[in-house]
């Protein structure tokens, strides 16, 4: 793939062929700008990008993979899906994902394979369930990187990187074991390559980047389901549609593409189906439509969820979205898809992600990691354009950083009140926290940082700013983990059932299913009065065996009441649940923030 940086004709380096050379319009000034700038760097220049390469690995490696595998798991996504990892150990099937024991088809296998890689390399433990995410978190900073140098220039990939890589929203879900973080870097990676294919003027590094998109789509697929196909297809669409570039196509190898993308997408779709008649169903029309387009999954959001989000989980960086039109020259009515195809392509990219999700019945936080990388390009354009002086500086920006600042400062108080013991679930009540009004502390003075430097107009210091201000929320947020972990994981609680479960014992859960539980006693567990996303796979179960392991109420207190020694893990409503159901006697054996371990012995505490 050619290199625009080292191009002496950037327009010319960056066509794909003399036969398409007039379907790719001239770039955008600024691109122009940062391509010419950067080809022949001083050595200032070169030792400035070699410094903030260097700055940047030592902050992903510090905010990714710093005490990553000290966290307990926490409820209920990351107990979840470490459970399914652990189980197709235990019982040898990777083909058919389990949850406590039940067939769980609400995700394809792809984030379960590679858990289950991890722990049997790593042990059973935290790390192993993280860890892939922080790598494809990593992964895709290095991606945003490639993709802003080779639109925009080097420093304009780097500011791209800078503001992903540091983002704590980014960095949050990077530390998490869910599949959010898997799905976004092969959709990140399809589209990437999309455009660095149509865009190479090299022949065999074109049709290298065509095959890799089919394939990154194609366990995109696996990682999530459709989406995995539905979110590059309807951006390269709208994209092609905008510019009328109509004739890559051509380019495209349909036939070996194609062919790597249903090799590697269809043969666990098919063994499934194969293996679970009903599968095609659920996986198709309850998971992937239903889920859409019915609030049945119960996590409604307002249309600006979303947007509201991206603004809070990337400050102080989004304080600049405030300039982020000047990128686009209205004036030039439709023109300005062909004349500038770069920020259009990521304008649609980030926007159709944007809109999709917005647009669904069923929303959480980590959907909307896809939209993040072009959004962070797009950012990497605008500082360079103004730091280049191709777009003018306004005081937009000023109002910008301001903004950002003052959102660190608020961040850095929302710590100060948590750490004077104002926040019961993260000081117990009262409790001084000294790590918290530290983090508080620090990130007050950064608040006030930021703001100085954007009143000045170095843009080496409102970037050193911005950054420093961005790396220091997201290592805040770090510490917060533990603390979150008493009430939202179950590893206390574990511990306890093995000092009291004893030989012969019966051990369910009572109307509730701490999702992490199963993981750290490494086994399944019974359960009383709950069915939530277990429901399909229970429904799968023999009437013997479902009424075994999950029983009603009725069947509950028959062996409560019975001479066996039952043990029962309940929430924070146990109480109410048994004198709403008849029972006389429990003994409590431990007590938690939301759980409490329940015996039925009749002494009394």
Not at 12 to 39: D, G, I, K, M, Y
Not at 287 to 312: C, D, K, S
Request: proline share 6%.
């Amino acid at each position: 793939m050619t290199d625009p940086a080292r191009s002496s004709h950037p327009a010319e380096a960056r066509t794909p062929n003399p036969e398409s050379r007039a379907l790719v319009s001239p770039c955008p000034p600024v691109v122009q700008h940062a391509f010419v700038s950067s080809e022949v760097p001083v050595s200032g220049d070169s030792r400035t990008v070699r410094l903030a390469v260097a700055l940047g690995a030592a902050c992903l490696a510090i905010l990714f993979f710093w005490r990553l595998g000290t966290t307990p798991l926490l409820e209920t996504d990351e107990g979840r899906y470490a459970e399914i990892a652990r189980e197709m150990l235990a019982s040898g099937d990777f083909v058919t994902p389990h949850l406590n024991g039940v067939i769980y088809f609400e995700k394809p296998p792809l984030h379960y394979w590679l858990t289950a890689a991890a722990m049997r390399i790593l042990g059973l433990d935290e790390l192993a369930a993280r860890l892939w995410s922080a790598l494809f978190g990593v992964l895709g900073v290095v991606l945003t990187y490639r993709l802003g140098r080779e639109i925009g220039g080097t420093r304009a990939g780097l500011v791209g990187a800078a503001v992903l890589g540091t983002s704590p929203l980014y960095v949050t879900l990077g530390r998490v074991a869910t599949i959010d973080m898997t799905v976004s870097l092969f959709i990140t990676l399809t589209l990437a390559c999309f455009w660095f294919a149509h865009r190479s003027a090299d022949d065999r590094a074109r049709r290298v980047c065509w095959h890799v998109a089919f394939l990154a789509a194609a366990l995109a697929v696996l990682a999530k389901g459709l989406i995995g196909v539905v979110i590059p297809g309807a951006v390269v669409f709208l994209y092609l549609l905008v510019t009328g570039q109509w004739r890559v196509l051509r380019q495209v190898p349909w036939v070996t593409g194609g062919g790597l993308f249903l090799v590697v997408a269809v043969p666990w779709h098919v063994l499934a189906a194969t293996r679970n008649p009903d599968f095609l169903w659920f996986y198709f029309i309850h998971e992937h439509v239903l889920r859409y387009l019915t609030p049945g999954a119960g996590r409604p959001g307002a249309f600006w969820y979303f947007p509201a989000v991206i603004i809070g989980g990337c400050m102080p960086w989004a304080g600049l979205f405030l300039s982020m039109p000047r990128l686009v020259h209205w004036r030039q009515g439709r023109s300005f898809f062909t004349k500038h195809p770069d920020v259009t392509f990521l304008l649609l990219w980030f926007g159709f992600v944007t809109l999709f999700f917005s647009a669904s019945q069923s929303k959480l936080i980590p959907y909307i990691l896809p939209a993040l990388p072009p959004l962070a390009v797009l950012l990497g354009l605008l500082v360079e354009s103004l730091r280049s002086g191709t777009l003018p500086g306004s005081r937009l920006e000023t109002a910008g950083i301001a903004v950002g600042g003052s959102f660190t400062g608020l961040y850095g108080f929302g710590f100060l009140w948590a750490g004077s013991g104002k926040i019961d679930r993260l000081a117990l009540g009262g409790v001084v926290s000294p790590g918290l009004l530290a983090s508080g502390v620090v990130l007050v003075a950064l608040a006030t940082l930021v703001v100085a430097a954007g009143l000045g107009r170095s843009w080496r210091l409102r970037l050193l700013a911005l950054f420093a201000g961005a790396c220091c929320i997201s290592a805040a947020i770090v510490p917060v983990g533990p603390l979150m972990a008493r009430e939202r994981s179950s590893k206390a609680l574990a511990e306890r059932v093995r000092s009291e479960l004893r030989d012969g014992d019966l051990l369910l859960t009572y109307h509730c299913y701490p999702q992490s539980l199963p993981f750290y006693l490494q086994r399944t567990l019974d359960v009383v009065d709950w069915k939530g996303e277990l429901e399909f796979g229970i429904s799968h179960l023999s009437p013997e065996e479902g009424a075994r392991r999950f029983p009603g109420s009725a069947e509950f207190k028959r062996l409560w009441d019975s001479d066996r020694r039952i043990l029962a893990v309940g929430d924070g409503a146990w109480s109410q649940h048994m004198t709403a159901e008849g029972f006389t006697h429990a003994r409590v054996l431990w007590t938690g923030l939301d759980r409490v371990l329940l015996s039925n012995e009749r002494l009394a505490r």
